[in-house]
């Protein structure tokens, strides 16, 4: 009798423990990375740079999203005009440490992802540029595009290779097992890119310019619906079917599937109406 009354009083208290503790399930996002995540697990050598850019474990990086943001430097004669640069998603740093190559004078660098933030500062360091780079986390919680942006912090250029799509890797469509990056790869929603071009007035210079890269259908449609509601112009400024020859390999450094012609990359430009 007495055992079972002590079995009845742990069982409750650990109901109340539970209550207590808000019952919150924890997230994937939530678990700290191990240390061994900061393995490189790729690099690239950026010429402009002069040296490589290196990625860590489980970040995002895709060659030829890149490539694109490289030719369009080179297009736009480099970024010498453009004071402040911001690299919305910054992952390994990359675009926003080649605005600098290209002769930005300062950049920001952003993400939701804790990895990536390391990634970027470990790049930045490595090659002499973290005075002009600033990498900021963007809280978990409130992960809108801007919110780590102050108000009074207009930019020249802002930069984006923003998360895309819903669920890209097969085992992220069962619903027990769950891919760490997915949670910062991916946009199903269009909330992004929204909260991206919704905040882009209050951001930008009053010439300023934003470069986004795309790739999925939807996003591309949903993106150019948003400027229009946000009195953007969008112009193409380097797509896949004018600027790369389909004959030859595409250069996508990352583990995900290469891309069909009809999803195919866009980089657009938008400026003030
Ligand atoms: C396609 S990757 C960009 C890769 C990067 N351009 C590079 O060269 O390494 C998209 C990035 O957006 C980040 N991200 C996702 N949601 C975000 C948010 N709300 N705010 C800032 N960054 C976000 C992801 O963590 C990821 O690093």
Redesign the pocket.
């Known amino acids: 009798m007495c055992k079972k009354i002590l079995l009845i009083a742990l069982f409750s208290l650990q109901i109340i423990s539970a209550c207590l503790a808000g019952g919150e399930e924890k997230r994937p996002y939530d678990i700290p990375y191990p240390s061994d995540c900061h393995v490189v697990r790729l690099e690239v050598y950026v010429k402009q740079i002069g040296d490589t850019?290196k990625?860590f474990q489980t970040?995002?990086?895709?060659k030829l999203?890149?490539e694109f943001?490289v030719w369009a430097f080179e297009k736009e004669n480099g970024a010498a005009w453009a004071r402040s640069v911001l690299?919305?998603?910054?992952?390994?740093?990359?675009?926003g440490l080649t605005a600098l190559a290209y002769g930005a004078e300062k950049a920001v660098g952003?993400?939701?992802?804790p990895l990536?933030v390391e990634?970027?500062r470990y790049n930045a360091k490595r090659l002499g540029l973290e005075k002009r780079f600033d990498v900021r986390q963007?809280n978990l919680k409130s992960?809108?595009?801007f919110?780590?942006i102050g108000e009074d912090e207009p930019f020249d250029l802002i930069?984006?290779?923003?998360?895309?799509g819903g669920m890209r890797h097969p085992s992220a469509k069962v619903s027990s097992i769950v891919m760490k990056?997915d949670?910062?790869?991916t946009?199903p929603d269009h909330?992004?890119v929204t909260?991206l071009v919704e905040g882009l007035d209050g951001h930008l210079t009053d010439n300023g310019r934003a470069w986004i890269?795309l790739r999925y259908p939807d996003v591309k449609k949903k993106m150019l619906s948003l400027a229009e509601e946000n009195g953007f112009n969008a112009r193409v400024l380097i797509s896949w079917s004018d600027d790369i020859d389909p004959k030859k390999e595409i250069p996508v450094g990352n583990n995900y599937r290469v891309p069909p012609a009809t999803e195919s990359v866009i980089l657009y430009e938008l400026t003030r109406k």
């Open positions: 850019i990625c970040i995002l990086f895709d999203n890149l943001f690299d919305i998603g910054t992952g390994s740093g990359a675009l952003t993400d939701l992802d990536a990634n970027a963007v992960p809108e595009v919110s780590v930069i984006c290779d923003p998360p895309q990056e949670f910062f790869s946009d909330g992004f909260s890269c």
